[in-house]
Nanobody
């Protein structure tokens, strides 16, 4: 049974930093992509970042590139999202996920088959 458990969310002032963690279990993730999406109130869930377990290739949404960094710790089966220079518009519930998306569809929600429960990130102005 695949489980993805996020942690690290919270309240931070604009310009601050947070690090989200996603502890993964229940499958061998080496051939999978791990991603972070977010959903703000009244908005659709949107892609934030993704990383391939094997090789470590990373992908970012334009809105977070240069501010967020996705990484993984193979020994701990954990994926991280380091978020710097946070803005009020980054406020959302952040979800970790796992899947085998087609290369050109990394940002598509339906390409991922397992999701965590989400963690709230609130950035105050």
């Amino acid at each position: 049974q695949v489980q993805l458990v996020e942690s690290g969310g919270g309240l931070v002032q604009a310009g601050g930093s947070l690090r989200l963690s996603c502890a993964a279990s229940g499958r061998t993730f080496s051939s999978y992509v791990m991603g972070w999406f977010r959903q703000a109130p009244g908005k659709e869930r949107e892609f934030v970042a993704a990383i391939r377990w094997s090789g470590g290739n990373t992908y970012y949404a334009g809105s977070v590139k240069g501010r967020f960094t996705i990484s993984r710790d193979n020994a701990k089966n954990t994926v991280y999202l380091q978020m710097n220079s946070l803005k009020p518009e980054d406020t959302a519930v952040y979800y970790c996920n796992s899947g085998k998306p087609i290369a050109t569809m990394l940002a598509r929600v339906e390409q991922y088959d397992y999701w965590g429960q989400g963690t709230q990130v609130t950035v105050s102005s």
